[in-house]
C-alpha cells in the first residue's frame, strides 16, 4: 500500500523520543543457522534488552529480598515489639515497594517496545524478501506460509527476545536467593541450588517433543491459510464454475488434519504445563518441610521459617519464566525455520544485493534491436511489433523473456549485449514489462499511476507511518486535507496517459478525480478499468522498449481499437512489444511476427499482408489467419475458404 507523506506531527500531539523504532533499511541477516538468525534480531533490539534487563533484574532482586525484611520484622515484634528497628525495616519495605514499582512498569514498557522492533523487523524482512523475490518467492513456497510467518512467527520470535529480560532478572534474583539461604541455612540453601536446576532440567525433556509437534502444526496451518486465500481471490470463478463443493471439501480435509495435529501439540504441551505446576509445587513443599522441622528442633527462629517460606515460594517464579522461556524458545525455533526458508529464496534475475538496490530511475536507458536468440525473434527499434502464437502462453512467454525475469533461461541481447551481462537496473530502465493482469494497490489513482514520478510514494518511518493511517482513520480526515491534492504538478502527464488508454471513466467513476481513492487490488473498478490504468501506467514509465501482454483484453471491440492506435501514436519512434490475438491491435502494429509451436519465428509481416497472402493460400499466412480467426470468434479458416479477419 502507498506510504502517505511524513506529517508534522502525531496525532495525540505525543511521540515516543526515549526508545524510537529505527527506519533505517534493514542490514541482510544471517541466514546458515536458526541460532544465528535469532542472535542477529536480538541484536537489532539490543538497547531496549538491556535496559528491560536492568529494570527486570531490579524488580526481581527487590521481590527475592523482601521475606527477608518480611522475617526480620517478625523476629523483632516478637523480641522487643513495636520499637525504632521495627519502623526502619517497615520504612524499608515502603521504599522497596516504590523501587519496585518504578522498576517493573519500566521494565514492561521496555520489553514491549523490544518486541515490538523484532516483530516489525521480521515483518520488514518478509515484505522485503516478497517485493525483492516477486513471482520467484511463489514457485518455492505458498501465500498462506508468507501470512503465517507474518502472522503467527514473527510474534513467537518476538517473544522469545521480549523474554530474554525477565528471563536474565529470574536468574539473578534465584542467585541473591541462594546466597540468603545458604547464608541462613547450608542445608536449605544446597536444596534450593540442586533442587531447581534438577526441576528446570526436567521441563527440558519435553521441549523436543513440542518442536517437533508445533512445526507439524505450523506446516498444516499454512496449509489451510494458503487454501483460504486461494479461494478468497478466486471466489467469484469458483461461483462461476460451481467450485463450491470442491473447495469445502478441500478446505474440510485440511482443516480436520490442523485439528489433528493441534491435538497432539495440546497433549504435550498440557504435560508442559502440568510440570510448570506440579514441580515446583513440590519443591515448594520439600523446602517448607525440612525448614518447619529445623524450626521445632531450634536451628531457626520463626521469622527465619517465614523467610524461608517466602523464599522458597518465590523461587516457583524464576521456574516458572524458565518454563516459559523455554516454551517460547521451542516456539520461536521452529518460527525461525519457517523464516528462514522464506529468505533463503533467491531471485532468479539478478543477485539478492542488486536487487535491494534496485531503483530503475538510476539506470542507464538502452536503446537498440532487442533480440531473443531461442525463438529468432528481433524486434526493431522504434516500430510497434506484435506477437502471435496458437497458444498464448508462448508468446507471453516470449515476451516475458525479453524483461529478463530469470537469468537461466534463453539468451536475449541488447544493442547487441546480453540482458544477464547488463546491471540489473540498467535493464528495467531500458525494458518495461507489463503483465496480463492489472496489478493496483491502495491509495490515490495520482499514486498508482506515477510510480516513478513526483507522486509515487515514498519510505518513510514506521512511527509517522502508523501516525498517518491514525490520522486517515479518524474523523477529522476530510475535505481540508484532500482539497490541496485535487491538483500537483505532472497531472497533464497522468491525464495525457489516461487519455491514451481511454480511462477517462475512471476519472469519473472517483471521488476526487486523480486524488480518489483506489481499493486494494484495484477492486472499485470494473475489469476493463483495471487494465487500462495498468496500461497508463505503464506507458508514464517512457521506458525505451514497453512490453505489454493482453493490454486490452478485457475491452470492448470499439475501445480495444482506439486504445490501440493511441498507444501506436504516442509511442511513435519507440519500440513497442504487444502480446495479442486482436485483429483491431494488430491492425494498429508495425509488423507481426507469428511464433510456432515450438516458440520460434516463423513468419513476420504486417497484419494486412498476412491476410493477403493467406488468401493466395500460403501456408505460414494460413496457420496465422487462423489464429486470429479464432480471437474474432469465426470459424477455422482453410485454403478454401479464406474469409477476411480485421478489415
Not at 486465500?229 to 463450491?244: F, K, N, Q, S
Not at 473447495?247 to 508442559?272: I, P
Not at 529468505?343 to 531473443?372: F, I, Q
Not at 481513492?517 to 517512457?542: C, D, H, P, Y
Request: glycine letters at 8%; aromatic letters at 4%; proline letters at 5%.
Amino acid at each position: 500500500m502507498p506510504v502517505p507523506p511524513q506529517p508534522a506531527h502525531h496525532p495525540s500531539g505525543r511521540r515516543g523520543r526515549l526508545l524510537p523504532v529505527p527506519d533505517a533499511p534493514l542490514p541482510q541477516p544471517p541466514t546458515h543457522s536458526v541460532g544465528a538468525f535469532l542472535r542477529w534480531l536480538l541484536r537489532r533490539a539490543l538497547t531496549p534488552v538491556l535496559l528491560a534487563t536492568v529494570a527486570a533484574t531490579t524488580s526481581n532482586v527487590i521481590q527475592a529480598i523482601v521475606p527477608g525484611f518480611l522475617g526480620a520484622a517478625l523476629d523483632s515484634g516478637i523480641e522487643t515489639g513495636l520499637t525504632p528497628r521495627l519502623w526502619a525495616i517497615g520504612l524499608g519495605l515502603l521504599l522497596l515497594f516504590g523501587v519496585y514499582a518504578i522498576a517493573d512498569t519500566s521494565s514492561d514498557y521496555i520489553r514491549i517496545h523490544a518486541w515490538m522492533r523484532v516483530a516489525f523487523d521480521v515483518d520488514r524482512l518478509v515484505a522485503r524478501q516478497v517485493s525483492t523475490t516477486g513471482t520467484d518467492l511463489g514457485r518455492q513456497t505458498s501465500t498462506g506460509e508468507v501470512a503465517s510467518i507474518v502472522a503467527s512467527d514473527a510474534q513467537y520470535l518476538a517473544n522469545t527476545i521480549e523474554r530474554l529480560p525477565g528471563l536474565i532478572g529470574a536468574s539473578v534474583s534465584f542467585v541473591v536467593v541462594a546466597v540468603l539461604m545458604l547464608n541462613t541455612s547450608v542445608r536449605l540453601g544446597l536444596i534450593a541450588l540442586i533442587g531447581m536446576p534438577l526441576v528446570a532440567w526436567i521441563v527440558t525433556l519435553v521441549i523436543k517433543p513440542l518442536q517437533k509437534r508445533q512445526s507439524y502444526q505450523r506446516e498444516a496451518q499454512s496449509q489451510v491459510t494458503t487454501i483460504t486465500t486461494d479461494t478468497v481471490a478466486g471466489l467469484r470463478v469458483l461461483r462461476g464454475i460451481g467450485g463450491e463443493d470442491v473447495f469445502a471439501r478441500r478446505y474440510r480435509d485440511a482443516s480436520q488434519e490442523l485439528r489433528r495435529r493441534g491435538v497432539s501439540v495440546a497433549r504435550t504441551q498440557s504435560v508442559l504445563m502440568s510440570l510448570q505446576v506440579l514441580l515446583p509445587g513440590l519443591f515448594v513443599a520439600v523446602v517448607v518441610w525440612v525448614a518447619a522441622r529445623m524450626a521445632v528442633t531450634g536451628q531457626i527462629s520463626a521469622g527465619e521459617l517465614v523467610t524461608f517460606y517466602g523464599y522458597t515460594a518465590y523461587l516457583s517464579w524464576p521456574l516458572m519464566e524458565f518454563s516459559h522461556a523455554v516454551q517460547d524458545y521451542a516456539r520461536a525455533r521452529v518460527g525461525a525455520r519457517r523464516a528462514l526458508r522464506l529468505l533463503t529464496v533467491s531471485p532468479t534475475a539478478g543477485s539478492v544485493t542488486e536487487r535491494l538496490d534496485l531503483d530503475p530511475a538510476r539506470g542507464t536507458a538502452v536503446t537498440g534491436p532487442l533480440v531473443d536468440q531461442a525463438s529468432g525473434v528481433r524486434v526493431t527499434p522504434g516500430r510497434m511489433t506484435a506477437l502471435v502464437a496458437a497458444d498464448p502462453d508462448i508468446s507471453a512467454a516470449l515476451a516475458t523473456r525479453l524483461g529478463r525475469f530469470h537469468d537461466d533461461g534463453p539468451v536475449v541481447t541488447l544493442a547487441n549485449r546480453p540482458l544477464t551481462d547488463m546491471p540489473l537496473a540498467d535493464v528495467r530502465a531500458s525494458v518495461v514489462v507489463s503483465g496480463a493482469t492489472a496489478q493496483l494497490f491502495t491509495g490515490t489513482l495520482r499514486q498508482a499511476l506515477d510510480v516513478r514520478g513526483d507522486q509515487a510514494p515514498q519510505p518513510v518511518g514506521v512511527a509517522a507511518l502508523v501516525a498517518a493511517e491514525d490520522e486517515r482513520a479518524s474523523s477529522a480526515l476530510d475535505q481540508d486535507v484532500r482539497a490541496p491534492i485535487l491538483r500537483a504538478d505532472g497531472d497533464d502527464r497522468l491525464l495525457a496517459a489516461l487519455e491514451v488508454a481511454d480511462a477517462h471513466d475512471v476519472l469519473s467513476s472517483l471521488e476526487h478525480g486523480l486524488a480518489g481513492m483506489v481499493t486494494e487490488k484495484g477492486r472499485s473498478l470494473s475489469g476493463g478499468q483495471r487494465q487500462r490504468v495498468a496500461l497508463a501506467r505503464a506507458l508514464l514509465t517512457e521506458a525505451p522498449t514497453l512490453v505489454l501482454i493482453e493490454p486490452t483484453s478485457a475491452l470492448d471491440s470499439h475501445t480495444e481499437s482506439r486504445v490501440a492506435h493511441r498507444v501506436h501514436e504516442a509511442r511513435r519512434d519507440r519500440t513497442t512489444v504487444v502480446v495479442t490475438e486482436s485483429p483491431l491491435v494488430l491492425e494498429a502494429c508495425d509488423e507481426v511476427v507469428l511464433l510456432d509451436a515450438e516458440g520460434r519465428e516463423r513468419v513476420r509481416s504486417t497484419h494486412r499482408d498476412l491476410l493477403a497472402r493467406a488468401r493466395a493460400g500460403e501456408a505460414d499466412a494460413l496457420a496465422y489467419r487462423a489464429v486470429v480467426a479464432r480471437a474474432a470468434g469465426e470459424a477455422p479458416v482453410t485454403a478454401s475458404a479464406p474469409e477476411e479477419v480485421g478489415r
